[in-house]
């Protein structure tokens, strides 16, 4: 009796498996490859729209904005691009004008309230972004209590290989994102940890702890890994670049130093960051004026809203003095030529000049982009802790 109930359960699970499959599209759709990457760097797109009368695919490796895709006897739309240089590019369709994913590409990103697909050309400067077979750092996702902004929240810290086995100190790298952006960003969108694995693995980085914490000091996390639930992402948050955030920072300095094998002085201390996390470096460090031996600048906003009224944004060109006289090793400022903030970064570079505060500056080519800040990172990051 045991027996039989045995195969009529092996029965009906092998048919509820068979009615399972039979739902799946594969057995009537041709299968459809897209992106597909060919050996001359040239990249095919591909969608199954049958009943669509116009399909556009747009990316950032456009110059034009979008390419128009062209449909078959099947119904599948397609296009290929010219060949690409190598860089990790986001992208995603136009069908009768609704911007959609590419269903046949599981990998994507999220950049604040939008989601794009992703595809890399590697051999050349993206190889820097890939998981390589070399030792990896761990990367993880710990809270930390904020009393300044009353709640805890969310930080994302990267160890170097072998860091768990050893007895040694690191120095830290504070890395800082943009406006709209927060703790998941210089990982998924940056590519910071592979990153940072591949220039140690070659000695061209030293070892060191990566720090990437919330610069809104209104999330407690990431949105959708916080107590706030599942909301929309917004750009700009209440208390955004009004002095809350760097009044608050030594926070989350005290929280690494006292929880991983740090050199707790400003000589094992760097600061970077993009756009307003640039904005953000140049104000924490000179507000904290003896704190970090190494800053870097990329695409940076530069001077508070006139409106805001903070003791962090008084006396700048003081504190700017009292922080040369300190005394650091790096002062790293980086921007595109076509870059929004372009004019901002020569007038800052001006006054600098006036009062003698040396610093290494970096032009681009391009504006304000990740594909920027990931160069930039890739050049910073063997500049420290030698």
Not at 61 to 74: E, I, S, V
Not at 183 to 189: I, N, P, Q
Not at 212 to 221: L, R
Request: net charge negative; proline share 5%; aromatic share 12%.
């Amino acid at each position: 009796m045991k027996m039989r109930c045995f195969y009529i359960l092996v029965l009906l699970l092998l048919s509820l498996q068979m009615r399972a499959q039979e739902n799946l599209p594969f057995g009537e759709r041709r299968e459809i490859v897209s992106p597909e990457i060919h050996a001359n760097n040239t990249v095919t797109f591909r969608l199954m729209a049958p009943n669509a009368n116009n399909v556009t695919v747009t990316g950032d490796f456009l110059t034009q904005g979008k390419q128009n895709m062209t449909k078959d006897a099947d119904g599948v739309w397609s296009c290929t691009t010219d060949p690409l240089p190598s860089e990790l590019y986001t992208y995603s369709f136009v069908v009768d004008g609704l911007a959609m994913n590419d269903p046949n590409n599981v990998y994507y990103r999220r950049d604040v309230a939008s989601t794009l697909n992703i595809f890399l050309i590697g051999n050349g400067q993206a190889d820097l972004y890939k998981v390589n077979d070399v030792p990896h750092g761990t990367v993880t996702k710990r809270w930390y209590a904020s009393p300044g902004n009353k709640m805890n929240r969310r930080i994302t810290i990267y160890t170097p290989p072998g860091y768990e086995n050893s007895s040694s100190s690191y120095p830290v790298l504070y890395l800082l994102h943009g406006m709209g952006g927060d703790e998941e960003a210089w990982m998924t969108l940056g590519r910071a940890s592979q990153i940072l694995d591949n220039l140690i693995a070659t000695g061209k980085a030293e070892p060191m702890i990566m720090v990437m914490p919330n610069g809104n000091v209104a999330q407690e996390a990431a949105p959708g890994e916080s107590s706030q639930g599942f909301y929309k992402p917004q750009f700009q948050l209440p208390h955004t670049m009004d002095g809350t955030y760097e009044k608050t920072f030594r926070e989350i300095i005290d929280f690494v130093d006292a929880g991983y094998r740090t050199i707790p002085d400003k000589t094992g201390r760097a600061i970077a960051g993009l756009s307003m996390g640039g904005f953000h470096t140049l104000h924490i460090s000179r507000y904290y004026p003896d704190t970090f031996d190494y800053m870097g600048l990329f695409s940076a906003a530069i001077m508070p809203n006139e409106k805001v009224q903070s003791p962090v944004y008084q006396n700048i060109e003081a504190t700017l003095s009292g922080q040369k006289n300190n005394g650091y090793k790096l002062y790293w400022i980086a921007i595109g030529k076509d870059d929004f903030l372009y004019q901002a970064n020569v007038d800052y570079r001006s006054k600098l000049d006036s009062i003698h505060f040396e610093y290494v500056y970096r032009e681009s080519e391009g504006g304000h982009t990740w594909r920027n800040w990931r160069i930039y990172l890739t050049e910073f990051l063997p500049m420290l802790f030698k």
